[in-house]
């Protein structure tokens, strides 16, 4: 998954910068989510990180009571966690913005009692709009993927 910045010799520096700027900026616009909220009681308090090349990543543990079909996690889930990366992926940027539209493809089932990792990046910006896309991995397994508008 790649943005279309180049990497330098401050990508380390610029990447901690933004993740200041996506802790802040969760914190002051979305505290209450139910995935990345930090202040909602019952959230899954998701832990992005800004990485060098502008995307963004978390871990996520796929736990039974999130099940739909035997041993797979709910599409709905898997949904909201891409969603999620892609409005913190925003965030890191210093960007809040509610989404306008999301496809999700489902590739294979997401297996319960294992984690995933979910990524984001931004594809490009037009206009008032900004595109991005999201990938979900569980091991070495791309399980779902999506594209947004916001």
């Known amino acids: 998954m790649t943005e279309s910045t180049t990497e330098g010799p401050n990508s380390a520096h610029e990447s901690q910068d933004a993740q200041m700027v996506l ?3 969760r914190k002051s616009a979305h505290a209450e989510c139910l995935f990345c909220g930090k202040q909602n009681p019952i959230g899954f308090k998701l832990a992005f990180r800004a990485r060098d090349d502008g995307s963004v990543h978390a871990m996520f543990t796929c736990e039974r009571p999130l099940q739909s079909y035997p041993e797979t996690l709910h599409g709905g ?3 909201a966690l891409l969603d999620s990366a892609m409005t913190n992926c925003l965030f890191s940027k210093g960007i809040v913005a509610v989404t306008a539209e999301l496809t999700v493809r489902f590739l294979r089932p997401v297996r319960l009692d ?3 990792e979910v ?3 931004v594809t490009r910006v ?5 595109y991005l896309q999201a990938e979900l991995t569980q091991g070495k397994t791309l399980t779902a993927r999506a594209q947004a508008k916001f």
């Open 23 to 25: 802790e802040a900026t």
């Open 114 to 116: 294992r984690s995933v």
């Open 119 to 121: 990524t984001a990046a």
């Open 126 to 130: 037009r206009g008032p709009l900004y």
């Open 77 to 79: 889930v898997v949904s």
